[in-house]
T-cell receptor, first 108, second 119 residues
Framework: AQRVTQPEKLLSVFKGAPVELKCNYS??????LFWYVQYSRQRLQLLLR??SRESIKGFTADLNKGETSFHLKKPFAQEEDSAMYYCALSNRDDKIIFGKGTRLHILP | GAVVSQHPSWVICKSGTSVKIECRSL??????MFWYRQFPKQSLMLMATSNEGSKATYEQGVEKDKFLINHASLTLSTLTVTSAHPEDSSFYICSATLKGRLARGHEQFFGPGTRLTVL
């Protein structure tokens, strides 16, 4: 079964502290993985994708095939990082499977 | 990045009426569009995949006669909620991509969503 699991519904982190949003997936094949973000009253937008191996807004995510994980990390949280984060997987049928999302709340 | 628009942004209708929601790709040709439904504080649920010039593919549990999808051109897909009922009230979001691009790790571009309230 194809599945994306985000175990935390809500994550509260103090400003300046490290952030890690967990994501695990289940997929029989080589997945394409993404992190999407939805800021308050804005549309869903791509944050980063694993094939690009890029850092966006200080966030990085490494695909760990052994642990089937794609955790999102940032060393120092900023207040503007408060948002809803969705881990997602795309399959051979061109469909995206979203996790349930994690709300990140940065405390001042 | 590419821009996807939705119209209307919100709509209120009476029970039993039909509502049409439009999804447009403004600066690219979208061979594939997706329709999602999002309940409050929940994730996006894929309803159907809309391919230009062919019938939409519906996910399990989604009634095709209830949610009519038409993808008449490379820049427009419409979702019609027929005989709407209060339980159809939700946030409907569309996204667009080029066919085959997701599997190669390319992104979907999302519309801002349409909030439907059925009285």
């Amino acid at each position: 079964a194809q599945r994306v699991t985000q175990p935390e519904k809500l994550l509260s982190v103090f400003k300046g502290a490290p952030v890690e949003l967990k994501c695990n997936y289940s997929y029989s094949g080589s997945p394409e993985l993404f992190w999407y973000v939805q800021y308050s009253r804005q549309r869903l937008q791509l944050l980063l994708r694993h094939i690009s191996r890029e850092s966006i807004k200080g966030f990085t995510a490494d695909l760990n095939k052994g642990e089937t994980s794609f955790h999102l990390k940032k060393p120092f949280a900023q207040e503007e990082d408060s948002a809803m984060y969705y881990c997602a997987l795309s399959n051979r049928d061109d469909k995206i499977i979203f996790g349930k999302g994690t709300r990140l709340h940065i405390l001042p | 990045g590419a821009v996807v628009s939705q119209h209307p942004s919100w709509v209120i209708c009476k029970s039993g009426t039909s509502v049409k929601i439009e999804c447009r790709s403004l600066d690219f040709q979208a061979t594939t569009m997706f329709w999602y439904r999002q309940f409050p504080k929940q994730s996006l649920m894929l309803m159907a995949t809309s391919n230009e010039g062919s019938k939409a593919t519906y996910e399990q549990g989604v009634e095709k006669d209830k949610f009519l999808i038409n993808h008449a051109s490379l820049t427009l897909s419409t979702l019609t909620v027929t005989s709407a009922h209060p339980e159809d009230s939700s946030f409907y979001i569309c996204s667009a991509t080029l066919k085959g691009r997701l599997a190669r790790g390319h992104e979907q571009f999302f519309g801002p969503g349409t909030r439907l309230t059925v009285l």
